[in-house]
């Protein structure tokens, strides 16, 4: 089965997309992003993440109310599709399956 | 985007404008609105966290980091949007559709149009090739060749050369010329070329030797590969061409060649002073040698005035702001008064001279030499029969895209109902026809290709060879614009014109009316016409032919062969006389004479006066050499008196009937025993008078003759072979020629049958046979794929009428007779207008003969006999195809 690809960010932009919980857009996500990973993120590369896994299916978008200082424009809101959700959990169960193999004291290199 | 609505304080800081703008241009619309809000969201979030000044650096950066491909990119429509391209293309496949649909109808088209386009691309070929010779020439509207007229014995003719003294003359005393330059050609049997440790190689008969000067090569387009023109102002110098250079001294470069030497007139030695490219296939300045002028020691003296030569021709340049004609009336006034110190004894004799055009060289046969002339009026006449034999396919194609317009009528309605403009429409229907005039255009140039492998011997030599790239391309272009336009004007008007509604109802004979009918038929009619009249040119040229060739001349001329000695040796009778006694007694030859032959292309005149009771008779007489054999070798009959009696020079005269009805003789018998008198010579009795023959072709009238016996003028060597063995000619003729190198070491056996040299009497009418023949065949071939076509057409289109009236009790005969007989009505009009046409022109051309066959009415009965009998080979095929469908099958097909 063909598993797709997800990157760092975009696994970070997905995670964000479903913890706003269908209110993430654009801004909200860059920053929360900022805030909460300690990164330096810009707009156009969340929403080039965001474009990125609309193409692969993992979100959905609609469009939203607009507000002033949007100057009236609406917002494009985005909510994780089942798919996306799956891909998360599934990334996760990968991770905790992987934890679960590392010692509680691993031999850490001392070197450098 | 819209301006912003007022929304909080009206201070509130904006974004910079110009990076909004930019991305407002650059964003895909359906992108704009959020990617903007979340822009102007951020911005007045940072404006806040940061201050206005770093918000704005901010803003400017995010923009720029939106340029990406996948925020640039327009969403596709939901809806097609057409470009210009792929409207093309639908055009594209709906015309190739349309054109394999109807296959047989653009075979048709293609196949016409390609022979009519052939045939232009074929005379193109050749005209642009006569017309541009001597164009190359720097200057060239500026130069102009001095040649002379004369008027002798009544008789107006021209020669390209001058007197020799006029070239010092033009120089010293001639205003306007800025250069005159001597072409001076000179002949000579041999010339022998000094080879480098090889000896001496002797070059016979050499051509293209000319002594001249240095301004000879600002005159011409040679360009010199080695040394230069000045060589030529020193005597002794030669200049060669490059392939002379190569001819001489082989395998020698073009520097080793410099210092060479060759001799003429085995006594003139030079030296190759420099060598230049060879002269192009498009001029007349054939010239191979170039002598210096001065090696010549020409020293003209006044009493040369007297004398023109082909051989001195004489070019001048004139100034920029010279008038050609009143740089003539001073030439004039100049030869007027060299001449009269000459001229005084009152000779009827006038000359003057003319400057001709350089562009005239090519093509004014009067002042021809040996140098080969194009006629403007034959190229004419070809671009003329061109023209005719496209604009009959031409008329193929309007009549058979016409005939088709009411297959198209449901597509065309559509068209317009769905609201495209009538422009487009024919502009739609025009590219359709350049389409297929491309194509045609394609099998065209392979149709050239193959003509000039199979009649290239029609086409001036060097036309092959003649290419002119842009000029070629502009041709071809505009061609197949002119002939896509002619073709599809009047179809496309008319489908510019069809009414939608009756088109969708399928009442077309209404919608498209009455008036295409007429024009179609005029249009079969005007083809016919065409048709006609060139086959009555061809039965016409070929029945002229075969009289000229095949009608007795007054002479026997069967199995003659000509030879002629070598003129150095006129001196020198003795041996000819010797070699006729030993040709005499080989087997095969039954009759040998020496003398010029009774009819040639040649002819040599003088006037004699007869002192008679009525006073003084002059009369000029075409001269014959003749020997004692002479009469009963050509079968000559004597009317009166005695043949003449062998003597070294002239004692006296055998004239002809009509010399003797000239000088006014009742019958031929009075003239024996009178005397003539040559101008400024002597008097002899006339001894013998024989019947009329021609000494001419047939163009000319039978002209006054005297025949005469001078030994030294007798060059001619005619032999009769054994008439009832042609299978030993071969033979005899090798025998003949082994005689001959005894006598004639150096001299080739050069012999022609007597009737070949007779039938070149009429080349020219000939080539204009052939091509008329080679018209006749195209242009039937081309209006009969027109017919074809249209029956093809109408009978599918009455395919029900048909089946009706089979049911009804129509016979198949009645069916053929219905379809065919529209046609023939049609060509039998043409014929009848075609005949006075034919008879004008036919008469014209016939002007040229002096004996001439009648223009007899069967003649044109037979040519629509022809007519009439390919319409209905052609017609037929498919009416009868139509009338024999089962009536069942046409009917039931709804």
């Known amino acids: 089965m063909k598993r797709t690809y997800l990157g760092e960010f975009e696994e970070i932009v997905l995670l964000m997309v479903a913890g706003m919980d269908g209110e993430a857009y654009g801004v909200g996500i860059t920053h929360k992003l900022n805030e909460e990973t300690d990164r330096s993120v810009r707009l156009n590369q969340v929403h080039a993440a965001l474009h990125r896994l609309q193409e692969k299916g993992m979100v959905a978008s609609r469009l939203g109310d607009p507000t002033p200082e949007r100057g009236g424009r609406r917002k494009l809101l985005f909510t994780v599709t089942a798919y996306g959700y799956r891909t998360l959990q599934e990334i996760k169960a990968v991770r905790a399956q992987l934890w679960s193999t590392v010692p509680i004291t691993p031999k850490l290199a001392t070197s450098l | 985007m819209n301006p912003k609505p007022p929304a909080g304080s009206p201070d509130r800081p904006t974004p910079p404008r110009l990076a909004d703008r930019l991305l407002e241009w650059f964003v895909a619309p359906h992108r704009l609105e959020t990617l903007q809000g979340d822009l102007h969201e951020e911005f007045a979030y940072q404006v806040g966290r940061v201050g206005e000044q770093r918000a704005r650096w901010r803003y400017w950066r995010e923009v720029l980091g939106f340029i990406r491909p996948y925020v640039i990119k327009r969403k596709s429509s939901e809806y097609p949007t057409p470009t210009n391209f792929d409207m093309i293309r639908n055009y594209l496949k709906i015309t190739l559709r349309q054109l394999w649909y109807n296959r047989m109808v653009t075979l048709l088209n293609v196949l016409g149009l390609s022979i009519g386009l052939a045939t232009c691309w074929v005379v193109y070929r050749m005209a642009s090739f006569e017309f541009s010779f001597n164009t190359n020439h720097p200057a060239h509207d500026r130069i102009y060749r001095v040649v002379s007229r004369s008027i002798f014995d009544g008789k107006e003719s021209g020669n390209p050369g001058v007197p020799i003294p006029m070239l010092n003359v033009i120089r010293a005393q001639l205003p306007g010329a ?75 470069s073009s520097k080793e060649v410099i210092g060479q030497e060759i001799i003429y007139w085995d006594t003139l030695r030079v030296r190759v002073a420099g060598v230049v490219t060879d002269p192009p296939i498009n001029t007349d300045f054939v010239g191979h040698e170039f002598l210096s002028l001065s090696s010549m020691r020409l020293t003209p003296d006044v009493s040369e005035w007297g004398e023109v030569s082909a051989t001195t021709q004489v070019f001048v340049r004139l100034n920029a702001n010279a008038q050609p004609s009143a740089v003539e009336r001073r030439l004039n006034a100049l030869a007027q008064k060299y001449t009269a110190t000459i001229h005084k004894e009152g000779v009827p004799f006038t000359r003057w001279h003319l400057l001709q055009p350089l562009s005239d060289l090519h093509f004014d046969a009067d002042y021809a030499n040996d140098s080969r002339t194009a006629s403007k009026e034959l190229l004419y006449g070809l671009m003329s029969l061109a023209g005719f034999i496209l604009l009959l396919a031409t008329i193929n194609y309007v009549n058979l895209v016409t005939a088709l317009v009411p297959q198209r009528a449901r597509e065309i309605s559509i068209r317009k ?235 006296e005269y055998v004239i002809n009937e009509a010399a003797a009805k000239a000088f006014g003789f009742k019958q031929p018998k009075d003239a024996v025993g009178k005397i003539l008198t040559e101008e400024e010579g002597a008097s002899f009795p006339v001894v013998g008078v024989v019947k009329d023959f021609h000494s001419q072709s047939f163009h000319e009238k039978i002209s006054p003759t005297v025949l005469l016996m001078t030994k030294s003028n007798l060059l ?110 049609l060509v039998l009009v043409a014929i009848i207008i075609a005949s006075p046409i034919a008879w004008y022109g036919m008469h014209q051309w016939l002007q040229g003969f002096a004996y001439k066959i009648d223009i007899e009415w069967w003649m044109f009965a037979l040519a629509g006999v022809l007519a009439t009998v390919v319409t209905i080979l052609t017609v037929c095929f498919q009416a009868i195809k139509a009338a024999l469908m089962n009536p069942v099958k046409s009917l039931r097909n709804e």
């Open chain 2, 417 to 651: 109902t769905l609201g495209s403009s009538r422009w487009l429409l024919v502009v739609h229907f025009l590219c359709e026809t350049l389409l297929v005039v491309s194509l045609a255009m394609l099998i065209a140039f392979a149709l050239t290709n193959l003509f000039f492998t199979g009649f290239g011997d029609l086409l001036p030599a060097g036309t092959a060879e003649y290419t002119n790239p842009p000029l070629a391309i502009s041709f071809a272009i505009v061609l197949s614009l002119v002939v896509t336009s002619l073709a599809g004007i009047y179809p496309g008007w008319l489908i510019a014109r069809l009414q939608p509604l009756a088109g969708l109802q399928k009442r077309l004979g209404i919608g498209l009316g009455s008036s295409t009918l007429t024009l179609r038929k005029s249009l079969i009619v005007f083809q016919f016409i065409i048709s006609q009249t060139f086959i009555v040119g061809t039965l016409l040229m070929g029945q002229q032919l075969r009289f000229a060739l095949g009608q007795p001349m007054g002479f026997n001329r069967e199995a003659v062969v000509l030879a002629r000695t070598p003129y150095w040796d006129y001196k020198d009778e003795g041996r000819r006389f010797v070699l006729k006694t030993e040709l005499q007694k080989l087997p095969g030859i039954a009759a040998i004479s020496l003398g010029d032959a009774p009819a040639t292309d040649y002819f040599n005149n003088n006037v004699w006066s007869y002192q008679g009771k009525k006073g003084k008779v002059s009369v000029s007489l075409y001269r014959k050499f003749i020997d004692t054999d002479y009469l009963k070798f050509y079968g000559i009959p004597l009317l009166a008196g005695r043949n003449v009696l062998p003597s070294d020079t002239i004692r």
């Open chain 2, 716 to 825: 001619t060597v005619n032999i009769k072979l054994a008439f009832d063995k042609p299978a030993y000619w071969q033979q005899t003729l090798e025998q003949a020629a082994t005689k001959w190198k005894e006598f004639y070491p150096d001299e080739p056996f050069e012999y022609r049958f007597y009737d070949a040299q007779l039938a070149d009497f009429y080349q020219n009418e000939m080539a204009q046979s052939r091509i008329i023949n080679l018209a006749t065949a195209v242009s039937i071939l081309i209006s009969c794929f027109g017919l074809f076509g249209l029956a093809t057409l109408i009978s599918t289109q009455r395919t029900k009428e048909i089946g009706v009236r089979k049911i009804l009790g129509a016979s198949v005969a009645s069916i053929v007779a219905l379809l065919s007989k529209d046609f023939l009505k």
């Open chain 2, 178 to 252: 800025d250069l005159s330059v001597p072409v001076f050609e000179q002949r000579m049997q041999n010339l022998q070329v000094l080879r480098p440790k090889k000896g001496i190689q002797n070059v016979k008969k050499p051509k293209g030797i000319f002594a001249t000067e240095p301004d000879y090569f600002s005159l011409v387009s040679n360009t010199f590969l080695i040394g230069s023109a000045a060589a030529l102002s020193q005597p002794y110098q030669v200049i060669l061409t490059q392939n002379r250079a190569t001819q001489y001294f082989p395998g020698m």
